[in-house]
């Protein structure tokens, strides 16, 4: 049962024109309904001053652009966890390069490690689930 339920939303698309996006955090976004966990970002939280820019930072970024995100089956809390894209572009790596958000190396497999910022890396704390 779970393999089908998985396989009905393994990928999920949203066009500029016909889009439900909505950016709840900088590692939550809502993809036509479905709130998606980017895969291996560990982004501050929003009761943080450097949470509440990197949401603004999503929203302007995301502005405009198709998303899709291909989701590996697996859920945290009320999220399905997968990678995101951007017009083509990994929204996670746009988000750790721009210097918002620190791998999560757990959960990465460090991908995204070469990307953070050394200003980043100062001012954001990183959750100790990602070590």
């Given at each position: 049962m779970r393999t089908i339920a998985t396989l009905a939303i393994i990928f999920c698309t949203t066009s500029a024109l016909s889009a439900s996006l909505h950016v709840r955090d900088a590692d939550t976004i809502i993809v036509d309904g479905t709130p998606v966990r980017l895969n291996g970002v560990d982004a501050p939280e929003l009761r943080t001053a450097a949470g509440k820019g990197a949401k603004r930072w999503m929203v302007n970024y995301l502005r405009?652009?198709?998303?899709?995100?291909?989701?590996?089956?697996?859920?945290?809390?009320?999220?399905?966890?997968?990678?995101?894209?951007?017009?083509?572009?990994?929204?996670?790596?746009?988000?750790?390069?721009?210097?918002?958000?620190?791998?999560?190396?757990?959960?990465?497999?460090?991908?995204?490690?070469?990307?953070?910022?050394?200003?980043?890396?100062?001012?954001?704390?990183?959750?100790?689930?990602?070590?």
């Open positions: 405009g652009k198709s998303i899709t995100c291909d989701l590996n089956g697996e859920r945290t809390h009320d999220r399905w966890v997968g990678v995101c894209l951007a017009d083509g572009e990994d929204i996670g790596a746009a988000l750790i390069g721009a210097g918002h958000a620190l791998d999560c190396r757990r959960y990465s497999g460090g991908r995204y490690r070469d990307l953070e910022t050394p200003a980043a890396r100062s001012r954001i704390k990183r959750a100790g689930y990602c070590n």
